[in-house]
C-alpha cells in the first residue's frame, strides 16, 4: 500500500495538537478520553485516531462556520468516543 503524503502530514500534525493538549492538560477531557479508550482495550494509536476524528470533525465545524473553537462541542465529542462525531447514531 502507498502511503499519501498529505494524508501522512495531516496524521502527524493532528497527533501533535493532541500530545499538545495532553501536556498542557488542556483540555483534562482529552487525557481522560485518552485513558478510557484505551482501558476499553484500544492500542494507543488506535486511541489518538479516535481523538483525531473529534479534532478534525471541530476544526471542519469551526471553518465551515468561520467561528471560534468550541470547547465544549469538542469535549461532548470526545465523550462519544468510540463513536464518531458523524456517526448517524447520535
Not at 3 to 25: G, H, M, S, Y
Not at 28 to 49: A, D, F, N
Not at 60 to 65: E, I, L, T, W
Request: proline share 7%.
Amino acid at each position: 500500500m502507498v502511503k499519501d503524503p498529505d494524508r501522512e502530514a495531516l496524521r502527524a500534525t493532528l497527533f501533535e495538537v493532541i500530545d499538545n493538549q495532553l501536556r498542557a492538560n488542556d483540555p483534562p477531557e482529552t487525557r481522560q478520553t485518552l485513558e478510557r479508550l484505551m482501558k476499553g482495550g484500544h492500542t494507543r494509536e488506535e486511541s489518538m485516531k479516535l481523538i483525531g476524528c473529534a479534532l478534525i470533525n471541530e476544526i471542519y465545524d469551526v471553518m465551515k462556520a468561520q467561528a471560534p473553537f468550541d470547547t465544549a462541542r469538542y469535549v461532548a465529542s470526545l465523550k462519544r468516543l468510540p463513536e464518531l462525531p458523524w456517526d448517524d447514531s447520535q
